[in-house]
């Protein structure tokens, strides 16, 4: 027993406590630290808001008005093949609406509607025009491009919409009127001409074999000098025709409301389903949508601002801001104190 070391009382015996950071035990802000921060900035917040909702409320009051018409077609069809029938496959309609939806768009179309409704002596059309980038044609049926949309119905419809937005509503509906005329007479004519040279391809194996006088030949002729005939009609409608807006009423019933194309054996029929007229509400700016956003920017805001100042520059608040940040207790927290009998903050906490 007299063996065993003995300690010296002098020895010092430290204990190591492993030391957490504030930060890590107590993560990101209170929501009595969030409130304090809020009610000392309510001033500050409230003239963030107002100022965000007016600037919206003007911002709404100021953005240009677009106005977006619509034109509806409907294409029917045909077969004229005695041996396979009249069922023609789904998916060789799907290719052929698809196919008029791209020519449409074609710079022949727009600038036939360029022509028709005279939009280069439009200042609206024309302006930024420097001559550089093509003629002033060209640049103008860009500018219609950019406003028109052709798409097909949904799910494999046979519907085809024509939609166009301008600043004025009669504009809107000139113009996508104008767009679907053009396609159905430029169709109309290719349809003619393709017609017109098959007629004259079997006349001149007729001329070979029958004289002139035959009831077969003349009746050919006939047929030939009428597909002239609507040729040339066609053409003087595409190149100087006048829009359906322009028209009075009573002649808008004579005007045609179905064309028919043939391509090899099959007969397509586009008809007006409804022409556009001058919407009575603007499509764009969306008000309700632009002043929900209004709102949520200026709330976020209203409250970002203030907190995101105060975590750069911190004061003593609340007793939490104590208790959390600097790890000193609290022991007694006391109210706002009258304005006219001290300087000290808000609340004083010990």
Known sequence: MNNLPVVSRETAVSVVTPVIPLNFVYPGLSLAQILSI??????????????????TALVMALWPRTYTAMVTLMVNYEVNDPLNGKELPVGQVGSYISTQVELMQ????LLAVV??????????YARGYRGDSGTLREWVAKKVSKNLAVYQGQLGSQLIYVTYSANKPAEA????NTVAEVYLTSNMMRSLKSQLTGQEARMARLNITLASRHPEVVELQSQ????????????????AGTSAEKIPAVQQEALPVEYKFTTAGHYF?????SRATPPVKAGKPKVMTGLMLGIIAAGVLGLGIPLAYELFNRRVRCRDDLERHHGIPVLAEFGALPPQTSTLPMRTVL
């Open 115 to 124: 022509d028709r409704l005279q939009l280069t002596e439009n200042k609206d």
């Open 106 to 109: 074609t710079p022949e179309v």
């Open 38 to 55: 809020i009610r000392a900035y309510r001033k500050l917040s409230l003239l963030i808001l107002l100022a965000v909702l007016s600037l």
């Open 173 to 176: 509906a000139q113009v996508a």
């Open 269 to 273: 029929n586009v008809s007006f389903v």
């Open 224 to 239: 030939i000098d009428a597909t002239r005939l609507s040729l040339a009609a066609q053409s003087n409608n595409l190149s």
